[in-house]
């Protein structure tokens, strides 16, 4: 499979505890992005990675949101204490360039719900 | 603050005819523009990009940019109701780094 993969594909998690979301990007691409999607709502950027290197977070919660891509491994988006509000679809996305050319390829996405 | 502007619709046509999106977007600092297409419960897809004013066409879609006006449009020409689905529009922000997207316009195409 060459596009991009994000699991778990679905995650519960009761209020008050941690979700961890991967992204592995596509093959050759080295740039990911996240985006949250809230019911019935549009896609909001999160923050954009390079490998090892947090470009731009400027969508990010303050509080309790952290993302990583490391040198090796997928990209990992991580909330901690987890409320409500949080229930969402977390798209990841990556490109081979970050020019205006710059065309986002998107995971499946993980739903998740907050009891 | 940012933003892409789309009518929510539904926008219903008849199956065979043709089907207009347009968005509108806020930021002329914007050089690229791209149509998602996302189906319910799955994630966006996408169709079209244009970075350049004038039109491109791909197969049965076509993909209008007017930085001037501040306006993309997408036509779907001979709709299929497998064309159902709701159409995001997104433009580059932040040196390209990131996309800002409209709500989406739900499409409806109808046997």
């Known amino acids: 499979n060459a596009g991009v993969m994000q699991n778990p594909r679905h995650l519960v998690r009761r209020r008050g505890q941690e979700a961890r979301l991967r992204c592995s990007p596509m093959?050759?691409?080295?740039?990911v992005y996240w985006y949250r999607q809230l019911p019935e709502e549009g896609l909001k950027f999160m923050v954009y990675?390079?490998?090892?290197?947090?470009?731009?977070e400027s969508g990010m919660p303050k509080e309790r949101f952290s993302a990583e891509f490391p040198k090796e491994g997928p990209s990992i988006l991580r909330i901690q204490q987890v409320v409500r509000g949080d229930s969402a679809a977390y798209f990841c996305?990556?490109?081979?360039?970050?020019?205006?050319?710059?065309?986002?390829?998107f995971g499946p996405g993980t739903r998740l719900t907050v009891l | 603050q940012k933003e892409v502007e789309q009518n929510s619709g539904p926008l219903s046509v008849p199956e065979g005819a043709i089907a207009s999106l347009n968005c509108t977007y806020s930021?002329?600092?914007?050089?690229?523009f791209f149509w998602y297409r996302q189906y319910s419960g799955k994630s966006p897809e996408l169709i079209m990009s244009i970075y350049s004013n004038g039109d491109k066409e791909d197969g049965r879609f076509t993909a209008q940019l007017n930085k001037a006006s501040q306006y993309v449009s997408l036509l779907i020409r001979d709709s299929q109701p497998s064309d159902s689905a709701t159409y995001l529009c997104?433009?580059?922000?932040?040196?390209?780094?990131?996309?800002?997207f409209g709500a989406g316009t739900r499409l409806a195409v109808h046997p």
């Open positions: 093959k050759g691409h080295s740039h």
């Open positions: 997104a433009g580059s922000s932040g040196g390209y780094n990131k996309l800002i």
């Open positions: 996305a990556s490109s081979l360039y970050t020019n205006s050319y710059n065309e986002q390829f």
């Open positions: 930021d002329r600092g914007s050089q690229s």
């Open positions: 990675l390079q490998k090892e290197n947090i470009i731009d």
